[in-house]
């Protein structure tokens, strides 16, 4: 017989998103708000997991909830892929926290 292919993951991870051009809709059906997100920013937030567990690391940031928010990978074509804003990361801020314990 001829070779085996190899398994394909059932998980496709968001540098492979990164590779193949897609982009992060993510919206909110509480307060509706929807931007779009680059999966390079994405895993530089959450480290390169699958696509399919963004929707859960996802916080809506209009209305805090965690669990309205919705996650679409597509890849933009035509005008749309002109007219997304895109949301960008700045920085990732590391806060120091000094936490006290009795002996
Ligand atoms: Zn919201």
Not at 32 to 61: A, N, S
């Amino acid at each position: 017989m001829g070779s085996r292919r190899p398994k394909i993951s059932d998980f496709y991870y968001l540098s492979q998103a990164h590779n193949a051009g897609q982009v992060a809709k993510v919206w909110c059906s509480c307060c509706r708000t929807t931007r779009f997100y680059r999966p390079y920013d994405l895993k530089e937030v959450f480290g390169d997991i699958p696509t399919t567990m963004v929707r859960e690391k996802m916080r809506c940031e209009q209305c805090k909830q965690r669990y309205y928010t919705n996650v679409d990978f597509f890849i933009p074509r035509g005008e749309e892929a002109l007219s997304i804003k895109f949301r960008r990361l700045v920085t990732i801020k590391y806060e120091r926290r000094v936490i006290w314990q009795d002996e």
